[in-house]
């Protein structure tokens, strides 16, 4: 069975055909602002696919992507009433966005439980899943790009700036001087959030990063035990292997 995996965030919409478990194919991303029935058939072009699976934190692209699927076999929307293989410990589970529940599905299936999930995004989030195994909550802070993004357009004299790594601790012009705030300084949210979780949590708790800028990030940042560029697809592919009741699912 092909299944067709989308992952619709804020910033960008990625699409991945599944047609084994654990590989995808047709990898591709779409701006979320751009998400439309013009451009999904354009995108979707020439691949066929016999099932699809939709992750949403953008309700109106949400329904524009169900429209345009449900066109072309089952579509599942993942959420909180989704075959998850994981227990919810949250008082409102209709509240967790669909992406943090498909990544704390990642990574239970791929690198166990306890465990915490870093997803650097359009905001980085932090989700945390128990021993049990079950999603347990977490923490939201903003993205790396973001904070970038803000200076640049809230101050007079600062400039936007690429994020890479900075060659010192001590900037030599106005970019390097930023990029040392941005990069450095984000690594020491990191560290400390991660510790103030694990303090909270038993046993040894597997860090795992994901995201658009894990790598840059987790360099310099010895507590994250690993990156995982596909966890968000491998979450849904596994989710969507129990929706549609694929063998190994």
Not at 37 to 58: K, R
Not at 63 to 86: F, I, M, R, T
Not at 116 to 143: K, L, N
Request: hydrophobic share 40%.
């Amino acid at each position: 069975m092909k299944l067709l995996l989308i992952d619709n965030s804020n910033t960008r919409t990625k699409f991945a055909l599944s047609e084994q478990e654990g590989r995808f194919s047709e990898t591709f991303w779409i701006p979320t602002s751009e998400i439309c029935e013009n451009t999904l058939t354009h995108a979707l072009h020439g691949i066929e696919f016999d099932a699809s699976l939709i992750c949403s934190v953008v309700p109106l692209k949400r329904k524009v992507l169900e429209d345009y699927l449900n066109q072309h076999g089952p579509v599942h929307a993942l959420s909180c009433q989704s075959p998850l293989g994981l227990g919810i410990d949250y008082p409102e589970p209709d509240k967790i966005g669909a992406d943090r529940l498909a990544n704390a599905v990642g990574v239970t299936d791929r690198h166990g439980a306890p465990a915490i999930v870093i997803d650097f995004g359009t905001a980085v989030t932090f989700d945390v899943i128990s021993a049990t195994p079950a999603y347990a909550g977490g923490v939201i802070a903003p993205g790396l790009g973001a904070m970038g993004e803000y200076l640049g357009r809230r101050t007079a004299l600062l400039p936007q700036i690429e994020l890479i790594e900075p060659p010192s601790a001590i900037g030599k012009s106005t970019q390097a001087a930023m990029q040392v705030g941005a990069v450095i300084g984000y690594r020491g949210l990191v560290r400390e959030i991660l510790s103030a979780l694990r303090h909270e949590m038993d046993g040894k708790v597997q860090a795992v990063a994901t995201g658009g800028d894990a790598s840059l990030i987790a360099r310099g940042v010895t507590e994250i035990d690993a990156v995982d560029p596909d966890l968000t697809l491998h979450g849904l592919e596994r989710v969507a292997r129990r929706v549609f009741a694929i063998d190994g699912g």
